[in-house]
């Protein structure tokens, strides 16, 4: 799969001038045109029979109005890929309120129909109280812009008597839109901080917030002419409505940033929305990840030498280090000499050792697994920082299996870090227990154990692949430490064998892969991950010891570039998948010690 | 100047318009989840559960539709019902996308709300109406979903199903093999599930052939679970290259998918150097990869073919995976003790008159994908066709200690019957199902053509379709038949003499290269005087399904088509098997509801008719 497939596969398909992936200036603009504009036409329509005669440069502003809500109904089919018969309806709708404003009983049905369509195409992909606040937004705002155009444009005399009280309506739609806009704050969870006023999305909250309650303000004041309330307070309904129109196409500014608490963020640059991960958010050498995805990226601190991210061996995507200054700093983040700014905040305090180093990638790997289940907790310590009990008896449990099998000698590779230096104590001890040798080298008859980190993990792998197309070796097999069921790893080989506490098969590691894919960028899981995304959970996933095969099973060997039939996915997007392409099955009982 | 006070006269719209309006946005408001409902709105849900080896609850979880069973016993007077299984997967692949609803004029297409992949989806088996002049005809009734694994990835089924048969339903990616109870269709039960726990000396099953205690044989294409020795019932050590790798074996499962025992599918000493490569290499190379599966009990013979090592691992990014991963070989086994088939034979495929050496993955011996014997008790021979090398082989004597088998079609030569603007070379059709009528006149076939540019960036490809030869003559040549298709001219026009010839082709999805279908079954079902189904020697219709492994990059578009079987071997797509939501002819697995729920696109692969217990004598 070449990277332009893998970008069509993604939801990051950029757009310019919104600084928002997917939505480009020209839809936006279209949206906001079309959404203000079918809003005063279905106002005034709405409200039509609340008034005898209209004057003419209302009917003209109107059939004006009408006419470019229709026409940018029916480009949307052209540009934006609009649904025909919405498009169409939309228009038919604005047209036909235009038509009819000389009937004052037959404007409002289509008027009323529009209405829903604004709400429905305001409110589209949102749901429940989103919903809700879309609509009482939305309508409000219509019916306030509707009366000020009919009070603009119609003679005083002509107003019927009527129950509407527009006086104490005013109030009610601004309480209403204030209600509305404090909601919609509530609920974009970006709270009472600077991302208020610093980011472009705050401050277009906080413009609706305010100026729905001037408008409210301004209906407060008793006047003998109702109509001049809502000319007050229109401009500021308005400015409201777009801002409200245009939220979506405004990018959510990411959570604050939390000294020791690896950052999570999303980037837009090179029209592209890029997800970032940097750990450990410490003062000195950090990591900043991105995924496969983003393609060719530099990172640099600003004002700071920029250095290129790269691939690590083991790990997916691309990673620079960069040294992060105490306290806070933006990150440049720069893609086809299109800057874009991650604020960071390392504090003061030391990071974990481990976590920028050759290990860093798999540390980085557990904290994003916590941060997309909203775990923010500050990093102390890496995987390959220890080695956990749980993670000890499996491999001693592994070595009992290959004893079982018979496997006449065991090749070790595991690295220097403290988890590799216990684990190969494990694996020795728990050889020399069942009598079979350790000792290196490619046997025909041995079994490759490997309990490094991913960095060793990988080029082990990678030698080992190498070394069976040439000749048999490792007869009995290649088996990883849990910790190395990762992608990159285990792909390496024709097939693996580890020793797991959990089926990746299995609801809960399934949910996982797919968060894990939707949050970085197509990325595959990894067992340090799951355990910190299911925190204090992971007790009730982890059962007894299984070896679980993994393989890339597609039941025929393809060519590279050989073509593929109509229908393909070529980008073999199954997410879900604990291995790209591949399967993992339990293929044991459970082990005894 | 505009009022303030109350109204004088009450304006009856007034109240009625604001009244529904705030009625129809607060119910939106209220009740709008993003998302339409479901097509299926009374779904009847039953489950039936099973405990399997590893001590965890497997299911089968049906979702009837009762309206449509009802609707269709009222219009048809009670006339019984024959049901098309389809065994599919969930594909998940953005599978609640739904783009129409998301682009209204004012809405930012790419940026709200746009749905992001969801969990996958269950697989299930499909059950379709296939009675004829059922006014349900086509639709699926039910949607029989297994868990609790997802992404089994559904494969083969047995071959043909007879009454009070298991059915056996693969899954590929999970190495279990599912066995449901049909007797009271349109409902299912599970009767067990084996794991790859249980069967430690291969993975990746394939295929499936009852035999007539009920129990069933299953080809697990891969090898051993892990690498190293593996010790068969028979006692036979076989060093394998770990999952999915290689030598596959047979299992024999009993009625409720229990394995009785496993047999190798290996050689002891191993199989041609140069002819089978295994990744990693094996000490004693291996083809034996076993894919398709038939059995003749009366000659007590099994035949199975081999496919390929079923994994992938691309070790350089732009050098070709070795052709020789893509099994020659055909195999037979001694069925005397049923419980311990006996590989007695192992066969190379000879080349035909189009093997390129240059290019060996297109020879016509490469990938035995199929087999299938010959029924009527004067006859012993068998068929077997590659999928890559496009040509169908004959041996006449399944039973013979060297079972002779020679090329007797080649695929190119039913291209134009199938589709006039292909041209007539066979390499690469990617046949699949191939299969003798039960009298033994007819040879069935799929192929999903050739896709384009395979040959060169020039191959315009080819359209896939099924068809139909009469091998009446061949068989009645007996084992001293004349012929073979032994140069191209034949290759391109068919052998001549008692060799097969062409009576009937259809295409699937004309003018598109590469888009037929890749498996198929027949319906041995014929409707009695007296109401019941019977089985019959001569079938009136096929059912083919467009789907491979997704994965392999052979997809297809996941329609279910049926077609109507003269008795001159004349076939037809059926125009009335249509997709009860699109209404065009075929069933599309790419929909967005099911009885199950809002899952999406499904992948087809295999498919059986069925008739219910109380409606077949």
């Given at each position: 799969m070449d990277q332009m497939d893998q970008m069509d596969q993604m939801d990051h398909g950029a757009q310019l001038g919104t600084g928002s992936a997917g939505i480009d200036a020209v839809a936006l603009l279209l949206r906001l045109v079309l959404l203000f504009g079918s809003a005063v036409v279905a106002g005034v329509g709405l409200l039509r029979p609340l008034v005898g005669a209209v004057g003419r440069r209302l009917t003209v502003v109107v059939a004006a109005l009408a006419g470019i809500s229709a026409v940018l109904a029916i480009v949307s089919i052209l540009t934006v890929g609009a649904n025909v018969v919405g498009a169409v309806v939309h228009a038919a709708l604005a047209v036909a309120i235009a038509g009819l404003l000389p009937k004052p009983g037959a404007a409002r049905w289509p008027a009323a129909a529009l209405v829903v369509l604004v709400v429905i195409e305001t409110a589209l992909g949102s749901s429940g109280i989103d919903f809700a606040v879309d609509t009482v937004f939305v309508a409000g705002a219509t019916v306030w812009l509707?009366?000020?155009?009919?009070?603009?444009?119609?003679?005083?005399?002509?107003?019927?008597?009527?129950?509407?009280?527009?006086?104490?309506?005013?109030?009610?739609?601004?309480?209403?839109?204030?209600?509305?806009?404090?909601?919609?704050?509530?609920?974009?969870?970006?709270?009472?901080?600077?991302?208020?006023?610093?980011?472009?999305?705050?401050?277009?909250?906080?413009?609706?917030?305010?100026?729905?309650?001037?408008?409210?303000?301004?209906a407060a004041v008793p006047r003998a002419d109702p109509g001049r309330t809502y000319r007050f307070g229109a401009a500021a309904i308005a400015i409201g409505f777009l801002a409200w129109s245009a939220l979506a196409a405004i990018p959510k500014p990411p959570e604050l940033p939390v000294p020791g608490v690896p950052l999570l963020a999303s980037v837009s640059v090179a029209d592209q929305d890029v997800p970032v991960l940097v750990s450990p958010q410490r003062p000195g050498r950090n990591l900043v990840h991105v995924p496969a995805t983003a393609g060719e990226v530099s990172v640099a601190v600003e004002g700071g030498q920029a250095v290129r991210a790269t691939a690590r061996p083991g790990a997916e995507g691309s990673w620079a280090e960069v040294d992060l200054p105490d306290g806070r700093s933006d990150l440049v983040l720069t893609k086809d000499d299109s800057p874009a700014k991650v604020e960071v905040d390392a504090g003061t305090a030391e990071g974990a050792a481990s976590a920028a180093g050759s290990d860093g990638p798999e540390c980085a790997a557990a904290a994003l697994g916590g941060l997309l289940n909203n775990r923010r907790t500050l990093l102390t310590a890496c995987p390959s920082d220890a080695l956990s009990d749980d993670d000890a008896d499996a491999l001693r449990k592994l070595v009992g299996f290959l004893a079982e099998r018979r496997a006449p000698v065991i090749d070790l590779v595991a690295d220097e870090t403290a988890r590799g230096a216990a684990a190969a104590k494990v694996v020795r001890e728990a050889a020399a227990r069942k009598n079979i040798p350790v000792a290196p080298g490619q046997s025909p008859d041995g079994a490759l154990v490997v309990v490094s980190g991913w960095d060793l993990g990988y080029r082990t792998m990678r030698d080992a692949a190498t070394a069976q197309r040439e000749k048999p070796a490792y007869g009995y097999g290649l088996y990883a430490a849990?910790?190395?069921?990762?992608?990159?790893?285990?792909?390496?080989?024709?097939?693996?064998?580890?020793?797991?506490?959990?089926?990746?098969?299995?609801?809960?590691?399934?949910?996982?892969?797919?968060?894990?894919?939707?949050?970085?960028?197509?990325?595959?899981?990894?067992?340090?991950?799951?355990?910190?995304?299911?925190?204090?959970?992971?007790?009730?996933?982890?059962?007894?010891?299984?070896?679980?095969?993994?393989?890339?099973v597609n039941a025929m060997p393809m060519y590279p570039n050989e073509p593929h039939p109509p229908g393909m996915v070529m980008a073999r997007d199954y997410r879900g998948q604990w291995v790209p392409e591949g399967t993992v099955v339990p293929v044991s009982v459970p082990l005894k010690s | 100047m505009l009022s303030n006070s109350p109204l004088r006269r009450k304006i009856p719209w007034r109240k009625a318009l604001i009244g529904g309006l705030a009625s129809v946005l607060a119910a939106g408001a209220v009740t709008y989840t993003g998302s339409t409902t479901n097509a299926y709105a009374d779904v009847q849900v039953s489950m039936d559960a099973k405990t399997a080896a590893d001590g965890k609850q497997y299911w089968v979880q049906n979702h009837l539709v009762p309206k449509d069973v009802a609707q269709s016993k009222a219009d048809t007077g009670g006339k019984r019902k024959k049901w098309l299984l389809v065994w599919a997967g969930d594909e998940n692949i953005a599978d609640t996308l739904v783009k129409d609803v998301k682009n209204l004029p004012g809405s930012l297409g790419g940026g709200l709300g746009k749905i992001r992949n969801a969990l996958p989806g269950p697989d299930f088996l499909a059950v379709i109406d296939a009675t004829e002049g059922s006014p349900t005809y086509g639709k699926v009734v039910n949607t029989a979903t297994v868990g609790p694994l997802v992404e089994n990835e559904p494969h083969h089924m047995q071959y043909v199903w007879h009454k009070g048969d298991t059915i056996y339903a693969g899954a590929l990616f999970a190495a279990a093999t599912y066995a449901f109870d049909v007797s009271a269709l349109p409902q299912l039960k599970l009767k067990g599930v084996s794991l790859p726990t249980q069967t430690l000396g291969g993975s990746v099953p394939d295929a499936y052939w009852t035999l007539k205690d009920g129990t069933s044989y299953g080809t697990y294409m891969g090898g051993p679970v892990v690498p190293g020795p593996y010790r068969y019932d028979n006692g036979q050590v076989v060093v394998g290259n770990g999952f999915a790798g290689s030598p596959g074996e047979v299992v024999h499962f009993d009625k409720e998918g229990k394995v009785l025992s496993q047999n190798p599918a290996a050689t002891p000493q191993g199989d041609n150097q140069k002819l089978c490569d295994n990744l990693p290499q094996l000490g004693a190379p291996t083809c034996a990869n076993p894919h398709g599966i038939q059995a003749r009990e009366d000659l007590n013979t099994l035949v199975t073919s081999d496919y390929a090592e079923p994994r992938n691992?691309?070790?350089?990014?732009?050098?070709?995976?070795?052709?020789?991963?893509?099994?020659?070989?055909?195999?037979?086994?001694?069925?005397?003790?049923?419980?311990?088939?006996?590989?007695?034979?192992?066969?190379?495929?000879?080349?035909?008159?189009?093997?390129?050496?240059?290019?060996?993955?297109?020879?016509?011996?490469?990938?035995?994908?199929?087999?299938?014997?010959?029924?009527?008790?004067?006859?012993?021979?068998?068929?077997?066709?590659?999928?890559?090398?496009?040509?169908?082989?004959?041996?006449?004597?399944?039973?013979?200690?060297?079972?002779?088998?020679?090329?007797?079609f080649d695929d190119g030569s039913a291209n134009k019957a199938i589709y006039e603007k292909n041209d007539a070379n066979g390499a690469s059709s990617n046949g699949g199902w191939i299969q003798t009528s039960p009298d033994d006149k007819y040879l069935y076939r799929a192929i999903v053509g050739r896709q384009k540019g395979t040959l060169g960036p020039d191959d315009p490809g080819t359209t896939g379709g099924v068809y139909v030869l009469d091998i009446q003559k061949l068989l009645a040549a007996g084992p001293g038949y004349q012929g073979s298709i032994d140069t191209k001219e034949k290759a391109r026009h068919g052998g001549g003499g008692v060799l097969p010839t062409v009576v009937g082709a259809a295409p699937i999805n004309a003018g598109v290269p590469g888009a037929g279908p890749h498996w198929g079954a027949y319906d041995n079902f014929a409707l009695g005087a007296d109401g019941f189904y019977r089985e019959t020697d001569q079938p009136q219709h096929l059912a083919v399904s467009n789907y491979f492994v997704a994965r392999s990059g052979l997809d297809g578009d996941h329609k279910v088509n049926l077609l109507n079987l003269g008795k001159d071997g004349k076939v037809a797509v059926d125009q009335n098997f249509r997709d009860e939501f699109t209404g065009q002819v075929g069933i599309n697995f790419n929909r967005k509801s099911w009885p199950h729920g809002d899952f999406g696109n499904a992948k087809p692969h295999s498919e059986l008719f069925v008739v219910a217990d109380a409606d077949l004598k």
């Open positions: 509707g009366i000020t155009a009919l009070s603009l444009g119609v003679a005083p005399q002509e107003w019927r008597g009527s129950s509407l009280r527009l006086g104490p309506l005013a109030i009610t739609l601004g309480g209403l839109l204030v209600l509305a806009g404090g909601t919609q704050l509530a609920l974009s969870g970006i709270g009472f901080d600077r991302r208020l006023y610093g980011s472009a999305f705050g401050v277009a909250l906080l413009a609706i917030l305010v100026l729905a309650l001037v408008a409210t303000v301004v849990p910790w190395l069921l990762h992608g990159p790893i285990v792909n390496l080989v024709a097939s693996s064998s580890i020793p797991l506490r959990f089926d990746p098969r299995e609801q809960l590691a399934v949910s996982y892969a797919v968060t894990v894919g939707n949050g970085f960028g197509g990325e595959s899981p990894s067992v340090a991950g799951f355990r910190n995304w299911l925190g204090d959970q992971w007790r009730s996933v982890s059962g007894e010891v299984q070896i679980f095969a993994s393989a890339q | 691992i691309i070790l350089d990014p732009v050098k070709q995976p070795s052709p020789y991963l893509r099994r020659p070989t055909v195999r037979t086994y001694d069925i005397s003790d049923r419980n311990h088939p006996k590989l007695k034979t192992v066969s190379y495929l000879p080349d035909g008159p189009r093997a390129d050496p240059k290019d060996p993955l297109h020879s016509e011996s490469r990938a035995v994908m199929e087999t299938t014997v010959t029924n009527l008790p004067g006859h012993k021979g068998a068929f077997a066709q590659t999928m890559q090398g496009g040509a169908v082989y004959y041996t006449p004597d399944i039973t013979a200690r060297e079972p002779h088998w020679r090329e007797v």
